[in-house]
Each structure stands twice: as C-alpha cells, then as structure tokens.
Nanobody, 113 residues
Framework: HVQLVESGGGSVQAGGSLRLSCAAS????????MCWFRQRPGKEREGVAM????????GYADTVKGRFTISKDNAKNILYLQMNSLKTEDTGMYYC???????RGQGTQVTVS
C-alpha cells in the first residue's frame, strides 16, 4: 500500500525556518524521483524542489533557490524539505509527490507572517 505522509508544517515568522518531512511506505524513495510542490492561495501549483533517484541531483524553483534544500534519508525512507529564510509569500500547502505518477500526500500547511 503506497502512502506519503507529510509533517513539519506550522506557523513561523518571516526569516525563520521549518523542516518538512515526508514519510513514504509501500515503495522506496531511493528508487524514485521525488519532489515537493506547493499550492499558495490564489496561485497555481508550483514545483518547489526535486531530487533524482540515482545520484541525488537536485533542482529548485527560482523562487526558493538558495533558501530551500531537498534531501532523502534512504535508511528511514523519508524525504525532507529544509526551508530557511522564509518569506510571507512562502505561505501555502506543501505536498511531497512521486514524480513518475504524481502520487502525493495529504499536504502540510506552512504559514509565514
């Protein structure tokens, strides 16, 4: 049974940090391209970060480059998104997803004030 469960969201002041986690079950994150995307109020879905299955190459949206870091703990089968220097415009619902089929979790809310 494939499942992705995000956690780590919350409310933080601008300039602060959060680390989002995405616990995977039913498959191995090390064998899949994985990503984080967000849905901000009034805006279209935006891909935030992606990590490949081979050598861990990563890619980021220009809006978060230099502030966010995507990583995987293969032993724990968890995907992370470290978010630093948060801005009010980072407020939104954050989802982790499997790139191959866009299978996603339920999301975790991030609010920056």
């Amino acid at each position: 049974h494939v499942q992705l469960v995000e956690s780590g969201g919350g409310s933080v002041q601008a300039g602060g940090s959060l680390r989002l986690s995405c616990a995977a079950s039913g498959f191995t994150v090390s064998e899949r391209w994985m990503c984080w995307f967000r849905q901000r109020p009034g805006k279209e879905r935006e891909g935030v970060a992606m990590i490949d299955s081979d050598d861990g190459d990563t890619g980021y949206a220009d809006t978060v480059k230099g502030r966010f870091t995507i990583s995987k703990d293969n032993a724990k089968n968890i995907l992370y998104l470290q978010m630093n220097s948060l801005k009010t415009e980072d407020t939104g619902m954050y989802y982790c997803a499997r790139v191959v089929d866009d299978y996603r979790g339920q999301g975790t809310q991030v609010t920056v004030s």
